[in-house]
């Protein structure tokens, strides 16, 4: 079988390791497809983004249409003449003009075990939900989103310290070694898709910004997944004395007592020993709007604190 003529479509880090092993397969790279530069930062200045930052260092020609369904764009894409398209979070749709393209089509890096956790956040929710164990799976791209028949799928656990950067990290590296595996089964003996069990399909949504704040009504254990499953994006956040403050690090501690949900009931150099709808908290770094994040022992050095004084998750 002669060498594929691969095109990337990707955009954040989590395609970057992908993109770097399939160079050091020496795999024959046409082309990457990413998204436009955007603004960002306080300043809005236009950067680029890490795939496009990788690719070119690389030498490899990077396209950036701002519709990749359009005719301009498929036109493009069909004069490069390509074998494959690999995609990693990239962040458009594909139509079935697009798909058609290649004769081997799309292959798609998606960081949970399909069909659990369709959709753009399954790292976060995964997290969020207590799960045990995540992985990454290799499928075909289909029209209806991540539904595609699965080539090769490796499970990792969630550790009990992971947040949603830990575990990216972890499963982008997985995620680029599996690829490597799925291209070397279509040279060797050729794929053998299977189809998902549609019935088992859940679905992680995006997150936002306010999806963040912290309902102190909810039980110690649920929270403090909330701030690993959103550190570091979007942040957990809380409100003391209608000033903002972003809670990086947290443990479950037992309490039996009978204070209001959000209510600081002890203080010591190792946490802030918070109420909630079951047991208790103990925020162990935290970031007050406008500061750099901290220890609690160096923010309590700064900021006066009493047992009593009550978080809100409203201003």
Not at 223 to 230: A, F, K, P, T, W
Not at 289 to 295: I, L
Request: glycine share 8%; charged share 25%; proline share 6%.
């Amino acid at each position: 079988m002669k060498p594929l003529r691969i095109v990337f479509f990707g955009t954040p880090t989590f395609a970057v390791p992908t993109l770097r092993c399939l160079i050091e397969r020496r795999e024959n790279i046409i082309a990457v497809i990413t998204q436009p530069d955007r603004r960002a930062g306080r300043g809005r200045t236009i950067v680029a983004c890490p795939v496009k930052e990788y690719a070119v260092h690389h030498g490899i020609p990077v396209l950036q249409p701002e519709k990749v369904n359009s005719p301009e764009f498929l036109s493009n894409f069909k004069a490069l003449n390509p074998d494959l398209a690999v995609v990693v979070a990239y962040g458009q749709i594909f139509s079935q003009a697009l798909l058609d393209i290649p004769c081997y089509g799309f292959i798609n890096v998606h960081a949970s075990l399909l069909p659990a956790y369709r959709g753009p956040a399954p790292i976060n929710w995964a997290i969020i939900n207590g799960d045990t164990e995540t992985g990454v799976t290799i499928m075909k791209v289909s029209l209806q989103m991540d539904a595609g028949d699965i080539l090769l799928q490796e499970k990792t656990r969630i550790l009990t310290d992971d947040d949603a950067r830990s575990l990216h990290d972890r499963l982008a590296d997985i995620g680029a070694r599996l690829l490597g595996n799925a291209i070397d089964l279509l040279y060797h003996d050729g794929w053998k898709p299977q189809p998902q069990d549609h019935s088992k399909a859940t679905y992680a949504p995006m997150l936002k910004k306010e999806d963040g704040c912290i309902e102190w009504t909810q039980e110690a254990q649920r929270i403090e997944r909330q701030i690993r499953g959103m550190t570091p994006w979007p942040g957990c956040y809380t409100f003391l004395e209608k000033r903002l403050l972003k809670i990086h690090r947290a443990q479950v501690r037992p309490y039996r007592g009978n204070a209001l949900p959000g209510t600081i009931v002890g203080l010591s150099r190792n946490g802030i020993l918070t109420a909630t709808g079951r047991d208790a908290l103990l925020l162990t770094e935290v970031q007050l709007e406008g500061k750099k994040r901290m220890h609690v022992e160096e923010f309590l050095r700064g900021h006066v604190l009493q047992e009593g004084m009550r978080f809100m998750n409203t201003c």
